[in-house]
């Protein structure tokens, strides 16, 4: 599991040094890759490739003909580019990836699990005011997943 967050910054070629804690869990558990799309809340979402796999598995026994699976398949899974890292740990962020997510210099590096998000320093700022001014109906919310997962 991926845990923490970190700050760094993408170097002038669009390369971006891969937390060494996160690095540490890739080489022990899974492969020294990430494969990265656009996340719907602005930032990029970042796998690793057996993850990955799981969530491919998953989308193709939905319903193809279904409108918001064909909008996910277009916009999330389309989207996905393999990033190997690099011999210094560093992942390569497409031009694409970074303008979607405005990725210039100042990254936020979030692990929430199985997942990494990259935001830019702005858009990560704005999402945790949003977030702490949400706490009680966040919590709230989990509550109430949690009784249905009983």
């Given at each position: 599991?991926?845990?923490?967050?970190?700050e760094?910054?993408i170097?002038?070629?669009?390369?971006l040094?891969?937390?060494?804690?996160?690095?540490?869990v890739?080489?022990?558990r899974?492969s020294l890759?990430?494969?990265?799309?656009?996340g719907?809340?602005?930032?990029?979402?970042?796998y690793?490739?057996?993850e990955?796999?799981?969530?491919?598995?998953?989308?193709?026994?939905?319903p193809?003909?279904?409108?918001?699976v064909?909008?996910?398949?277009?916009f999330?899974?389309?989207?996905a580019?393999e990033c190997?890292?690099?011999g210094?740990?560093r992942?390569l962020?497409?031009?694409?990836l970074?303008?979607y997510?405005?990725?210039?210099?100042?990254?936020?590096?979030?692990?929430t699990?199985?997942?990494?998000?990259l935001?830019?320093?702005?858009?990560?700022?704005?999402?945790?005011?949003?977030?702490?001014?949400?706490?009680?109906?966040i919590?709230?919310?989990?509550?109430?997943?949690?009784?249905?997962?009983?």
């Amino acid at each position: 599991m991926f845990r923490g967050r970190f700050e760094h910054t993408i170097d002038a070629k669009g390369r971006l040094n891969v937390p060494a804690r996160v690095r540490e869990v890739l080489h022990d558990r899974y492969s020294l890759a990430l494969m990265v799309t656009n996340g719907f809340d602005g930032c990029l979402d970042c796998y690793p490739l057996s993850e990955w796999a799981v969530l491919e598995e998953t989308a193709s026994r939905l319903p193809q003909h279904n409108k918001e699976v064909k909008s996910y398949q277009r916009f999330y899974l389309s989207a996905a580019i393999e990033c190997p890292l690099d011999g210094q740990g560093r992942i390569l962020l497409p031009p694409s990836l970074r303008s979607y997510a405005e990725l210039e210099k100042d990254v936020v590096v979030v692990c929430t699990g199985k997942k990494i998000e990259l935001w830019s320093r702005e858009r990560w700022g704005a999402e945790l005011g949003d977030i702490k001014g949400s706490g009680s109906e966040i919590c709230a919310a989990i509550a109430a997943l949690e009784q249905l997962h009983r």
